[in-house]
């Protein structure tokens, strides 16, 4: 069995609020979740209104179909919202 996990930094300077960054979160998270079948969640920054930093998982057999998976997700995420995503750290286990 292979776990990645990744965790990623998106900056949103539009978001003023908590309430529109918790709307561009869920929606995220949504669509990650219905795409790729995957655990996402947001994992720290929750009282700071411009910054979202995501941890997402995949589960698998072998280590390139883990690595193959999360980098469709990362591009999905980066094509998917208008803030500039930063991947903070990047795990395959």
């Not at 529109?20 to 720290?44: G, L, P, Q």
């Not at 999360?70 to 998917?80: A, K, P, S, T, V």
Request: glycine letters at 4%; one cysteine or more.
């Amino acid at each position: 069995m292979v776990v990645g996990i990744v965790k990623i930094k998106i900056y949103t300077p539009w978001v003023h609020s908590l309430k529109e960054k918790r709307m561009v979160v869920k929606s995220i998270c949504a669509k990650v979740r219905n795409n790729f079948n995957t655990s996402i969640a947001e994992v720290e920054e929750q009282d700071t209104h411009q910054t979202i930093v995501l941890g997402f998982s995949s589960v698998t057999d072998h280590t390139a179909h883990a690595d193959s998976i999360l980098d469709h997700i990362i591009r999905y995420i980066e094509n998917n919202t208008e803030g500039e995503v930063f991947i903070l750290d990047r795990e395959i286990i």
